[in-house]
């Protein structure tokens, strides 16, 4: 398998985010480290072979200067979005987003 690169950064566009009262409790559960790993072998298994941008509901001091999250960091909402491009049958596609509404929910998506 590859090695993919996470690259973290605040959300660009909020306006899919649920309001509090209308979120529900995922059922899985995972490490960050854990979920990483998972996310490694789906996107390779679609044809990534680089990156894959993690959009937070952080501020940009929150993250290191290698697009890594602080230890310290608190996301004002539990949304998060995926990003990255995948290679199939020589054509680039735009890969999607999935969004998870609680954070602790966010490190099992």
């Given amino acids: 398998m590859s090695r993919i690169e996470y690259i973290n950064k605040p959300l660009s566009d ?3 985010l649920r309001p509090d009262f209308d979120r529900t409790t995922s059922m899985f559960r995972a490490t960050w480290a854990d979920t990483q790993d998972i ?3 789906e996107v390779t298994a679609i044809g990534v072979r680089d990156q894959v941008v993690i959009g937070l509901d952080v501020r940009e001091s929150d993250l290191k200067i290698n697009g890594q999250i602080r ?3 608190k996301p004002s909402t539990p ?4 990003a990255f491009v995948a290679i199939q049958a020589l054509h680039a596609r735009r890969g999607g ?3 998870c ?9």
């Fill in 39 to 41: 996310l490694a072998l």
């Fill in 79 to 82: 949304g998060v979005e995926v």
């Fill in 101 to 109: 509404h609680r954070w602790p929910d966010a490190v099992s998506c």
């Fill in 14 to 16: 909020m306006s899919w």
């Fill in 71 to 73: 230890s310290g960091a």
């Fill in 97 to 99: 987003g999935v969004c």
